[in-house]
């Protein structure tokens, strides 16, 4: 195994084609099955960097900018941003393509934490990121800034730790009612 790898040798990108069995009620594609699609692609990547099976920790923020249609069609992208001892950041970038007009949007991009196994099924060590560019600073420094918030919010209303009265005055203005 290589001690580091830079993250253009294990980028990862699939086309695929839109059709009616993926769209939801509304007529637009299901977002489910986008997700499912990045899902992979992050697999996908991240075993190709780490040369081991990998699992999905967690997926960061996922916002849908822009309606898929049925027809179109779908690009992921994907790259190693971050790499810990075990885990990777892997970003997900998605667009779609009208093939009539060729016009293109952004319809949206997540990081996914992905953990390298082993056969027994044991995290694993995956070799380390050799940054290159500005670009490649800014999305491992970012991935740290993310872990970093992540690990707050996840201790910060346990619910031993939590003080209702220190939250209150935040639900002012907020469409809720209080009936404790």
């Given at each position: 195994?290589k001690?580091?790898?830079?993250?253009?040798?294990?980028r990862?990108?699939?086309?695929?084609?839109?059709?009616?069995a993926?769209?939801?009620?509304?007529?637009?594609?299901?977002?489910?099955?986008?997700?499912?699609?990045m899902?992979?692609?992050?697999?996908?990547c991240?075993?190709?960097?780490?040369?081991s099976?990998c699992?999905?920790?967690?997926?960061?923020?996922?916002?849908?900018?822009?309606?898929?249609?049925?027809?179109?069609?779908?690009?992921l992208?994907?790259?190693?941003n971050?790499?810990?001892?075990?885990?990777m950041?892997?970003?997900?970038?998605v667009?779609?393509e009208?093939?009539t007009?060729g016009?293109?949007?952004?319809?949206n991009s997540?990081y996914?934490?992905?953990?390298a196994k082993?056969?027994?099924?044991?995290?694993?060590?995956?070799p380390?990121l050799?940054i290159d560019d500005v670009q490649?600073?800014?999305?491992?420094?970012?991935?740290?800034?993310?872990k970093?918030?992540?690990?707050?919010?996840?201790?910060?209303?346990?619910?031993?730790?939590?003080k209702?009265e220190?939250?209150?005055?935040?639900?002012?203005?907020e469409?809720?009612?209080?009936d404790?």
């Open positions: 195994m001690e580091f790898k830079s993250s253009k040798e294990s990862v990108s699939i086309t695929e084609l839109m059709l009616p993926h769209s939801n009620f509304g007529g637009k594609v299901h977002g489910g099955y986008i997700l499912n699609l899902d992979q692609i992050a697999f996908a991240a075993s190709k960097h780490s040369r099976y699992v999905t920790a967690s997926v960061n923020k996922v916002d849908f900018l822009n309606p898929i249609e049925v027809g179109e069609l779908v690009t992208k994907a790259a190693v971050y790499t810990g001892r075990t885990s950041v892997v970003g997900v970038r667009e779609s009208n093939i007009t016009k293109k949007k952004h319809c997540s996914f934490t992905m953990v082993d056969i027994d099924g044991q995290s694993k060590p995956v380390g050799i490649g600073v800014r999305r491992y420094a970012r991935s740290m800034q993310r970093s918030e992540a690990s707050s919010r996840s201790t910060r209303f346990y619910a031993a730790n939590f209702m220190e939250h209150l005055a935040s639900l002012d203005g469409n809720v009612k209080l404790l």
